[in-house]
């Protein structure tokens, strides 16, 4: 299992909540990003770890993988990147996205932990 730990939290990221969309990268995001992205620093890096059934765990709020995107593990183990949907996407999965349930918008502060 890959852990990272959230270092910073962009301010518009609670802008996001309305839409159930929560945008990770790595410390490498531009400034632009960083605005709208949860930045986060991996402890143990992912190695094809994003699976339909698998768990991820957001600030200490578990939720399980419904569909993963193309790109999604790729886009995670380079970038850091990925878009979380807390709800069915009626427009279709983005290759770099993943859909879980429960479909609640965790509440996320710098510190907490990402386990996937």
Partial sequence: MAHSIIVEVGALVP???????????GPKATAELREICVIHEFEKHPN???????????????YTIQQ????????????????????????????????VIPEVFPTINVGDKLEF
């Fill in 68 to 99: 993963v995107g193309s790109e999604a593990n790729k886009n995670l183990e380079e970038l850091g990147h990925i878009s979380i949907y807390f709800k069915q996407n009626e427009h279709g999965l983005l290759p770099g996205a993943i859909e």
């Fill in 48 to 62: 094809q770890t994003l699976e339909v059934g698998k768990e991820i765990v957001i600030a200490g709020q578990k």
């Fill in 15 to 25: 802008e996001f909540e309305p839409e159930k969309v929560l945008i990770l990268f």
